[in-house]
């Protein structure tokens, strides 16, 4: 896991076309604003073969955004144009992983490394909100919240958010509109959250130039 450079550009991209085939993916002109707004916040795995995943993210001042809201709105549709340093909140924008590498660790490398940050900053939580990509099978049964709640409580499995609460993430709600155009999930994403056990409130949120992953 390292941070993303500018030469990874293309090569991220075609790796999120071939992960969510039927979601438009990010232009270079996004990718670079990502990197050029929040370096720090924008990390790839990769192996000898080359990238195999992305995780990006900004910071937010959290009250701000409390409210439903959707990955565009939050995001500056990919600009990043909402990140404040002024903030205490890790926003998770993106994660994706090589479909053929799912199930052996990447993600949970990512998480990793989005957890180093959170304590390199000395930022006290990360929000993020993932995708519901198993509920709909249950649309015509069930609202998305009933969905994530029978995942939560173990009657359900859905690989996103089973996979978030395997990583430590706490269960908040459901954002419904989040992305509109992610059919699998109706539109509809689970918000949770990290603490940062090493967060200390008398000391300053810091964005270090080179934070060791």
């Given at each position: 896991v390292r941070h993303t450079?500018?030469?990874?550009?293309?090569?991220?991209?075609?790796?999120?076309?071939?992960v969510y085939p039927s979601?438009?993916?990010?232009?270079?002109?996004?990718?670079?604003?990502?990197?050029?707004?929040?370096?720090?916040?924008?990390?790839?795995a990769e192996n000898e073969d080359g990238l195999v995943g992305c995780a990006s993210?900004?910071?937010?001042?959290?009250?701000?955004?409390?409210e439903a809201h959707s990955?565009?709105?939050?995001?500056?549709?990919?600009?990043?144009?909402?990140?404040?340093?002024?903030?205490?909140t890790l926003y998770g924008a993106e994660v994706f992983v090589d479909p053929n590498l799912q199930g052996q660790g990447v993600g949970h490398l990512l998480y990793n490394g989005r957890r180093t940050l959170c304590r390199a900053m000395n930022l006290k939580r990360i929000i993020a909100c993932g995708r519901l990509p198993g509920y709909d099978a249950y649309a015509s049964q069930m609202s998305a919240e009933l969905y994530a709640q029978k995942v939560v409580w173990g009657d359900l499995t859905d690989p996103v958010l089973?996979?978030?609460?395997?990583?430590?993430?706490?269960?908040?709600?459901v954002m419904e509109g989040y992305i509109p155009e992610d059919h699998?999930?109706?539109?509809?994403?689970?918000?949770?959250?990290?603490?940062?056990?090493?967060?200390?409130?008398?000391?300053?949120?810091?964005i270090p130039e080179n934070i060791v992953l």
């Open positions: 450079r500018a030469e990874d550009i293309a090569n991220l991209i075609a790796l999120q076309a071939r979601i438009p993916p990010w232009n270079p002109r996004r990718l670079q604003e990502q990197l050029e707004v929040f370096p720090q916040g924008q990390i790839v993210s900004l910071i937010v001042l959290w009250d701000d955004w409390a990955w565009k709105e939050i995001t500056g549709a990919g600009t990043f144009d909402n990140h404040n340093p002024e903030g205490l089973n996979f978030q609460l395997k990583e430590g993430f706490s269960y908040c709600g699998d999930s109706r539109g509809n994403a689970s918000l949770i959250v990290w603490l940062n056990p090493d967060y200390d409130p008398t000391r300053p949120t810091t």
